[in-house]
Nanobody, 121 residues
Framework: QVQLVESGGGLVQPGGSLRLSCAAS????????MGWYRQAPGKQRELVAR???????NYADSVKGRFTISRDNAKNTVYLQMNSLKPEDTAVYYC???????????????WGQGTQVTVSS
């Protein structure tokens, strides 16, 4: 069984920084894209950033220049470094991975449980 476990959320003041981590574990054959999405109260879930297995990245316009996504393929882990945080970044952040499991070799989306990020003074 595959699991994605996030960590690193919390409360931070405007202008501050946080680093989110997400580790994939279980029976994994290969991981394609990994990414971060967020959902604020009353809003739809939106893409924040994603990174391919080869390291290609793309970002939402609202976070370009402030957030950086990276991954450690040896650890099946993706990171999101968030700098210059703004109150509008407040949301639950979800880790996502498109991966092929090691038992049935099916490729599909997996999601973490979410971690709260609150930006407030």
């Amino acid at each position: 069984q595959v699991q994605l476990v996030e960590s690193g959320g919390g409360l931070v003041q405007p202008g501050g920084s946080l680093r989110l981590s997400c580790a994939a574990s279980g029976s994994i054959f290969s991981i394609n894209t990994m990414g971060w999405y967020r959902q604020a109260p009353g809003k739809q879930r939106e893409l924040v950033a994603r990174i391919s297995s080869g390291g290609s990245t793309n970002y939402a316009d609202s976070v370009k220049g402030r957030f950086t996504i990276s991954r450690d393929n040896a650890k099946n882990t993706v990171y999101l470094q968030m700098n210059s945080l703004k109150p509008e970044d407040t949301a639950v952040y979800y880790c996502n991975a498109i991966l092929q499991d090691g038992r049935l070799y099916r490729t599909r989306d997996y999601w973490g449980q979410g971690t709260q990020v609150t930006v407030s003074s």
